[in-house]
């Protein structure tokens, strides 16, 4: 296996309310990116994360927050939840800053905002 | 920044027949590289074949070859004998190494979407 997960896999969350997705990776790879995925715009970054407590803003990072304590674990939280957030959100780790073999990616969280 | 598009937002093929899906870049780095990822139902994003940018040969990996012009910036994707299993997104993405902080920053194009007929 990748050793990278996403959870949930599924959610459908009300419009306003807080929502927390997590990276979990037991590849103790450095780097770790939160994408989200929308018919016709393919995957854009949100936000990345360089280290523990390390992290930047990616392409589209309004309304969302993250945050690593571990090396392991990277959250993504949307602090209230809107419609335009609805979306397929992928995890993507790699282990070094130039790597030829690209990310593993995590199988995807679906996020409906109703 | 880099851009990355595809041109052809959904393609269709007979089963056992070639085709070849179109991918253009805008950078002005000179050493890179780019991917295509496939995405199959199971939304799964899986590696097909990659290409450093200094390399001038083409990379090529079983049915899967690419043909990387790298002054036109171009770098298409040439499916042989498909198969029904070959049905999902392609992603082309670009990846400038050692993007300040971010490591090896991947950017995605639109994708897309292949359907292989029997």
């Known amino acids: 296996d990748a050793g990278i997960t996403q959870s949930p896999r599924h959610k459908v969350t009300e419009t306003g309310t807080p929502v927390t997705l997590r990276c979990h990776q037991t590849e103790n790879h450095r780097y770790m990116y939160w994408y989200r995925q929308d018919p016709g715009h393919g995957l854009r970054l949100i936000h990345y994360?360089?280290?523990?407590?390390?992290?930047d803003k990616g392409e589209v990072s309004d309304g969302y927050s993250v945050s690593r304590s571990k090396t392991e674990d990277f959250l993504l939280t949307l602090e209230s939840a809107t419609s335009s957030q609805t979306s397929v959100y992928f995890c993507?780790?790699?282990?070094?800053?130039?790597?030829?073999?690209?990310?593993?990616f995590g199988s995807g969280t679906r996020l409906t905002v109703v | 920044a880099q851009t990355v598009t595809q041109s052809q937002p959904e393609m269709s093929v007979q089963e056992a027949e070639t085709v070849t899906l179109s991918c253009t870049y805008d950078?002005?780095?000179?050493?890179?590289?780019l991917f295509w990822y496939k995405q199959p139902p199971s939304r799964q994003m899986i590696l097909v074949i990659r290409q450093e940018a200094y390399k001038q040969q083409n990379a090529t990996e079983n049915r899967f070859s690419v043909n990387f012009q790298k002054a036109a910036k171009s770098f298409s994707l040439k499916i042989s004998d498909s198969q029904l299993g070959d049905t999902a997104m392609y992603f082309c993405a670009f990846m400038k190494p050692y993007h300040n902080n971010a490591g090896n920053m991947l950017t995605f194009g639109g994708g897309t979407r292949l359907m292989v007929k029997p």
């Open positions: 994360s360089y280290g523990v407590k390390d992290t």
């Open positions: 950078t002005s780095e000179s050493n890179y590289y």
């Open positions: 993507a780790i790699s282990e070094s800053g130039g790597s030829y073999y690209g990310y593993t």
